[in-house]
């Protein structure tokens, strides 16, 4: 099977456990907007991880949900997609997914992943901040000129905190409120 044979294929089960997922009555509730935000979140979510990354559910942990949600996911959603409400649905939206694939008996850990996504909400709610999106293109562009591997988790640890004592207001100037 090609990419796009998988994608159809991956596009098709998403389809069908959003159709399951939209009859439970805290996801029937919402409006139709917070319903639409819900099933891009799944959808963005679930082809980055088959597609993309070639994990079955039954394959996804921690690191993996992680991997998806803070180095993937604000990437593939469209400008227009990228707004706040949809970004306070995504534990929510995430949480549903593990529920239902937990129930369907396809992701063995769901309640591990519904855990992790608790702990990480507030950082999943979070995730796409103009100034921080910002400095995140600023420090990716100086770790390429310094051929940094990105793979290298402490490579990374250790520039970023090495660009911070570089650039120190630019680590300020992410949390301070400009209201």
Same mark, same amino acid.
């Given at each position: 099977?090609?990419?796009?044979?998988?994608?159809? %294929?991956?596009?098709? *089960?998403?389809? !069908?456990?959003?159709?399951?997922?939209?009859? &439970?009555?805290?996801? $029937?509730?919402?409006?139709? %907007?917070?319903?639409?935000?819900? %099933?891009?979140?799944?959808?963005? =979510?679930?082809?980055?991880?088959?597609?993309?990354?070639?994990?079955?559910?039954?394959?996804?942990? +921690?690191?993996?949900?992680? *991997?998806?949600? =803070?180095?993937? =996911?604000?990437?593939?959603?469209?400008?227009?997609?990228?707004?706040?409400?949809?970004? +306070?649905?995504?534990?929510? @939206?995430?949480?549903?997914? =593990?529920?239902?694939?937990? $129930?369907?008996?396809?992701?063995?850990? $769901?309640?591990?992943?519904?855990?992790?996504?608790?702990?990480? %909400?507030?950082? /999943? !709610?979070?995730?796409?901040?103009?100034?921080?999106?910002?400095?995140?293109?600023?420090?990716?562009? $100086?770790?390429?000129? &310094?051929?940094?591997?990105?793979?290298?988790?402490? @490579?990374?640890?250790?520039?970023?905190? /090495?660009?911070?004592?570089?650039?120190?207001? @630019?680590?300020?100037?992410?949390?301070?409120?400009? +209201?």
């Amino acid at each position: 099977m090609d990419k796009m044979e998988q994608f159809q %294929a991956v596009g098709k *089960e998403i389809d !069908q456990w959003l159709e399951q997922i939209m009859q &439970e009555p805290d996801v $029937a509730q919402l409006n139709p %907007a917070q319903q639409q935000d819900l %099933a891009t979140i799944i959808d963005s =979510f679930v082809e980055i991880a088959v597609v993309g990354l070639g994990k079955q559910p039954e394959q996804w942990d +921690d690191q993996l949900v992680g *991997e998806v949600m =803070f180095s993937r =996911f604000v990437v593939l959603l469209e400008k227009d997609d990228q707004t706040q409400k949809l970004y +306070d649905l995504i534990p929510f @939206a995430l949480k549903k997914l =593990f529920g239902y694939l937990g $129930a369907q008996k396809k992701l063995p850990n $769901a309640s591990h992943l519904t855990d992790w996504v608790n702990i990480n %909400a507030k950082g /999943l !709610q979070s995730l796409y901040n103009p100034k921080f999106d910002d400095f995140y293109r600023d420090l990716v562009a $100086a770790m390429r000129r &310094e051929g940094i591997d990105v793979k290298d988790h402490q @490579a990374v640890d250790d520039f970023t905190k /090495l660009y911070l004592k570089q650039h120190p207001q @630019a680590g300020i100037e992410l949390y301070t409120d400009q +209201d």
